[in-house]
Nanobody, 120 residues
Framework: QVQLVESGGGLVQAGGSLRLSCAASGRIFRIRAMGWYRQAPGKQRELVATITSGGNTNYADSVEGRFTISRDNAKNAVYLQMDSLKPEDTGDYYC??????????????WGKGTLVTVSS
């Protein structure tokens, strides 16, 4: 059973930093794109950043220049360094990945989320 587990959320003051981590585990053959999404209270889930297996990155305009996504392919992990945090960055942050389990077709997986709260 493949699963994604996030960590690193918490409470931080505006202007501060947090680093989120997400590790994939299970019978994994290959991981393609990985990414982070977030959902603020009362809003739809939105893309934050994605990274391909080759390291190409894509960011939402709202986080460009403040957040950095990276991955460690050897550890099946993806990270999100969040700097200059703003209250509007508050929300549940979800890890997402396109994973091909051993002996199976690729599927899209979600973690359960980690809460980030930025106080003003």
């Amino acid at each position: 059973q493949v699963q994604l587990v996030e960590s690193g959320g918490g409470l931080v003051q505006a202007g501060g930093s947090l680093r989120l981590s997400c590790a994939a585990s299970g019978r994994i053959f290959r991981i393609r794109a990985m990414g982070w999404y977030r959902q603020a209270p009362g809003k739809q889930r939105e893309l934050v950043a994605t990274i391909t297996s080759g390291g190409n990155t894509n960011y939402a305009d709202s986080v460009e220049g403040r957040f950095t996504i990276s991955r460690d392919n050897a550890k099946n992990a993806v990270y999100l360094q969040m700097d200059s945090l703003k209250p509007e960055d508050t929300g549940d942050y979800y890890c997402n990945a396109d994973i091909q389990p051993r002996g199976a077709y690729p599927m899209n997986y979600w973690g359960k989320g980690t809460l980030v709260t930025v106080s003003s």
